[in-house]
Structure formats: structure tokens, C-alpha cells
DNA sequence: ATTTGTACCACATATAATTCGGTAAATTCT
DNA sequence: AGAATTTACCGAATTATATGTGGTACAAAT
């Protein structure tokens, strides 16, 4: 298990950061030019940024429009019960459901939240009632149909 | 404006897309062994993917604990009125909030639907008070803190 | 059947990533 | 404070990768 705890780095480190969650396929050159300092030891930062784990993945982000995913929603699901082996299993069955691309614990309303996108209605329908509702932990479910997204950063707020 | 039609893609292309998805960093040379085909034609798919607009940008993934931010929440928002002034007006506000890194306009329990990611409970009751709820548009506010995080794909399930 | 276009491969070249040796600055230890 | 040690950096050489080119086979259209 890796416990998540917080690691050093400096203001280098973070302009590296910002630069990088914007845009990562910048070249190693150019990003060295943009942080003020030579190709290898640029290099070096971004190697120990993701060998501390600092930066987990590098991913495409696609036009979901563009692919035929014309649905996305976030659903509130309440269990009927809150204990582990329950939750346990409902994740097991939630990790199966590709459509299902977060899901979240949480306090508030429900007790989970996950976001959902799918081909049209028709199919998102069919998802909730043959897949989603069939698990037996889920209890209630409550969708939000997403009608347009404003806002979609991959850059988080890192803190000075 | 980009109209986000549907584009033209083959079983290859979706492999492709599937692969860069999940890992952006991969070479073109692995990413050609992968699919099947030699780098020439695999380089060729892959710019025309990126010039269609289906794959849109590359990003860094974060690990938000180890660059000390702790506390992520879905927030439901409720806007005093809906029409288009007003919305465009909250989403200019918001737009300039680096700490809500997504807006959703929604139907069901409130208007938007906003995520939002900072440093620790004091520092997001900060922001809340001091800027969120600030913003003449807002009515109501609903939080939901996220516990834990069970699923966070960055794949998107590409229909056939 | 011929033409036209598309997708592919192998190979050559250009560009970029990576490694290496050495130096200066910062940090630790005595 | 001064010596020893570590850390971060640079420039240049090397290696790996991306990119461009010419030619070929296949498919679709006329």
C-alpha cells in the first residue's frame, strides 16, 4: 500500500508540474527551456517526479462527442448497508462496469458518487437497470444528467 | 466553434486510442508493435487522430495527497435565476477559480455541479465562503466530501 | 479492365532523449 | 569555521526515437 504521504519539492518542481498536467507531450528541450535550465538536468527532475510517485500516469484526453459518447450523468447511490464487506462488494461489481469512470466515496446526500458516460440515453438506461440497479448493495440511485460541461481542468491548484 | 461531429475511426484507431489513453508516454515504435503495423502508418494514424480533434490533449496525472492536497469535494450549486446572463456570468467567476477544476451544467437536484480540490477542510471553507459563495449568482450550495476515491479512469469505454 | 486513391512497409534522415564526466554550490559534520 | 560530503547543475557525446520518402499492394470507383 502506498500511503500517499507528502514528498519534497521545490518551486522548480512545481513550474514542472503546471507545465506538464497542461501539456505532456511537451519535449524534454522545450521544457527546459520554459523551467530556465539544461535538457539533463530537467530530465532528472521529471524522473524522480514520477519515480516519488508525485506523477502517477500520462494519459490522451479524448473528444467524448467525437467517439459517440453523447451521455455523461453522475449518480448518487445510497447502499443498504454501510459496512465493509458490503461496500467491498459493490466496488468489485463497479470496477467491472467500464462505463463507470469515478466512483467516489462520500459524505452528504448518498454515500457514493459515481460519473457515468455511455453512448445515448437508450444505453445509459439500459446500463442503470441491467447492470448498475442489479447490484444487491445498491438501495437507491439518483441521476444527474450532465447538459454541458463548462469547465474540465486537468491542472490542479498545487500549493505554494 | 468546434461542432465535435462524429469522425470516422477503425478497430485499429480504437486500439490506438484505448493504448494512449491509458499510457500517453509510450513510443510509437511499442505503440506500432501493439496494434500490429509498422511506425510509419501507426505515426500517420495517430496525427490524424490528434488533427480530427478525437484525441484532444495529454496531461500528467498527479497524485493529489503528495502535492498536500488533501480535501476534494462535489459541490451542488443552485443559481438565483436561469437564464443565460446569469449563467454566464457564475461561469466567468468560476472560470477564474483554479481550485474548481470542473463545472458541469446539470438537470435533477441543483443547476451545477462543480469539483473542487484543495489544501485541507480549513482552507476549502475558506474558499467557499470567500469566493464560491461570494459569486451574486449563487443561491444554494450543497457539499459532498469525497472519503475515498475507489475509481478514477481515464479510459474512456470507446463504443463499437 | 483501368484508373484512382488509400494504407502500408522498409529504409534514410532528423530530432530528441539519455548518459557521462566534470564543476560549483549547498549541506553536514567535526 | 573549515573540511568532507552530497546535491544539482552544465556541455558534449551517444543512443534511441520520431519523422520523412519512395515504392508497392490492395481496394474502391469508373
Redo the contacts with the bound molecule.
Keep these: 500500500m502506498d500511503n500517499s504521504i507528502k514528498v519534497k519539492f521545490?518551486k522548480?518542481d512545481r513550474k514542472i508540474l503546471e507545465i506538464l498536467q497542461a501539456n505532456a507531450k511537451?519535449?524534454?528541450?522545450?521544457?527546459?527551456k520554459d523551467i530556465?535550465?539544461?535538457?539533463?538536468?530537467?530530465?532528472?527532475?521529471?524522473?524522480?517526479l514520477e519515480q516519488s510517485g508525485i506523477i502517477k500516469s500520462y494519459h490522451a484526453k479524448l473528444d467524448p462527442e467525437k467517439i459517440g459518447l453523447g451521455v455523461s450523468t453522475f449518480v448518487l447511490v445510497g447502499l443498504i448497508g454501510h459496512n465493509k464487506a458490503n461496500i467491498d462488494a459493490f466496488m468489485k461489481e463497479i470496477d467491472q462496469i467500464p462505463e463507470v469512470i469515478e466512483c467516489h466515496h462520500i459524505t452528504g446526500t448518498g454515500d457514493f458518487i459515481l460519473k457515468i458516460i455511455s453512448k445515448d440515453i437508450n444505453s445509459y438506461q439500459k446500463l442503470m437497470l441491467e447492470q448498475v440497479s442489479e447490484i444487491k448493495e445498491v438501495d437507491s440511485m439518483q441521476s444527474m444528467v450532465i447538459l454541458s460541461t463548462f469547465k474540465d481542468s486537468k491542472v490542479l491548484p498545487i500549493p505554494a
Excluded: C, H, M
Design positions: 521545490d522548480i511537451i519535449t524534454n528541450a522545450q521544457l527546459s530556465g535550465l539544461s535538457p539533463a538536468p530537467t530530465l532528472e527532475r521529471v524522473k524522480k
